[in-house]
């Protein structure tokens, strides 16, 4: 047999193998790398909204991420209103998870099992609340997420109320409820899109937040004591810049030195997005040196359109603004 006989031998051999291997173990052959089993997806509002989960998989299929609207599911629930994509899982631990996407995101699915082969969607649990907008299969929000709360702020980088204690209260009610200025009972910065920042320690000791922009949904499914109100008593001195420890934007534990991120946003006109907590990432050693573009913002919030990102900083303590073009790079300080 020549050499080259052999190896296209050995290369039918391969195939017929791999051919084989999927016939006997399906699962196999849909390089599932995702650690949560899908159970449902509806789109829409509380309100109204609409079972996905056979055009979720039929998307799924095609194993390319997809821009969230109402073209993808060929329905509106909901006209004049901004509408979400719920998919409700469970996780390698038998805990079940609400894996959120707000209109006009992208959807992977890299996080979930078997998302290109579609063996998900099962509506398993339907007996403990799948399907239910209002809460998470088999949780009720009573408070046994993994984060601790240690303070809450609401408004923007330059103006913010600290809403701990009122928080506190809504978490009582151990509802989900809309974020708005009427929630706290004030807008600290009148005509500008306001955000409610909660910082949380995680079991491994290190601090994150959590941000809800006005009009999303909040829960305390993720943290723990939530209904009880056993958190909020300190612990958290980073202001709002986003200074969380660990994640080496220069905060120094006791006041602001170095380069401090306060606000960041990417996109054209109206069609903007928050990148600040990205840029607070990317900051190393007191410097910050991206280049302006889509994949530095993880998104593309005005396709076809030239894009700036706004950005307002502090160097030691003194404040200042930019604006880059996209495409250029951005040198701080």
């Known amino acids: 047999m020549s050499e080259h006989a052999w190896m296209r031998a050995c290369a039918r051999f391969c195939v017929w193998v791999l051919l084989s291997l999927a016939a006997i173990h399906p699962a196999w052959a849909e390089w599932q790398q995702g650690e949560y089993r899908i159970i449902r997806a509806l789109y829409g509002t509380p309100e109204r909204n609409v079972d996905v989960t056979a055009r979720l998989k039929e998307l799924a299929q095609r194993d390319e991420r997809f821009r969230l609207g109402n073209g993808v599911f060929g329905v509106d629930p909901d006209r004049g209103r901004d509408k979400v994509l719920r998919i409700y899982a469970v996780g390698p631990n038998g805990r079940d998870r609400t894996f959120e996407y707000p209109e006009g995101s992208w959807v992977d699915g890299a996080q979930f099992e078997g998302w290109r082969g579609g063996s998900w969607g099962d509506g398993g649990r339907d007996d403990n609340g799948a399907g239910n907008w209002g809460g998470r299969p088999g949780h009720h929000d009573g408070g046994d997420?993994?984060?601790?709360?240690?303070?809450?702020?609401?408004?923007?980088a330059e103006r913010n109320v600290d809403v701990t204690s009122r928080l506190k209260d809504l978490a009582r009610r151990d509802e989900r409820f809309r974020l708005s200025n009427d929630t706290f009972g004030i807008d600290p910065d009148r005509g500008h899109r306001k955000v409610l920042r909660i910082y949380a320690e995680g079991p491994d000791g290190r601090n994150r937040s959590f941000e809800y922009t006005e009009g999303s949904w909040v829960d305390g499914a993720q943290f723990s004591g939530w209904s009880g109100g056993?958190?909020?008593?300190?612990?958290?001195?980073?202001?709002?810049?986003?200074?969380?420890?660990?994640?080496?934007?220069?905060?120094?534990?006791?006041?602001?030195?170095?380069?401090?991120?306060?606000?960041?946003?990417?996109?054209?006109?109206?069609?903007k997005i928050d990148i600040t907590y990205r840029l607070q990432q990317r900051v190393n050693q007191g410097r910050l040196n991206v280049k302006v573009d889509n994949d530095t913002a993880g998104d593309d919030p005005a396709e076809r359109q030239d894009k700036k990102l706004w950005i307002t900083y502090s160097v030691d303590g003194r404040e200042m603004s930019r604006v880059v073009k996209e495409g250029r790079f951005l040198m701080l300080p």
């Open 145 to 156: 997420g993994e984060y601790r709360i240690l303070q809450a702020l609401y408004g923007t």
């Open 230 to 271: 056993n958190w909020g008593q300190g612990g958290w001195r980073g202001g709002w810049g986003g200074d969380r420890p660990g994640y080496g934007n220069g905060y120094d534990g006791g006041g602001r030195s170095g380069l401090q991120i306060l606000r960041a946003e990417y996109g054209s006109n109206n069609r």
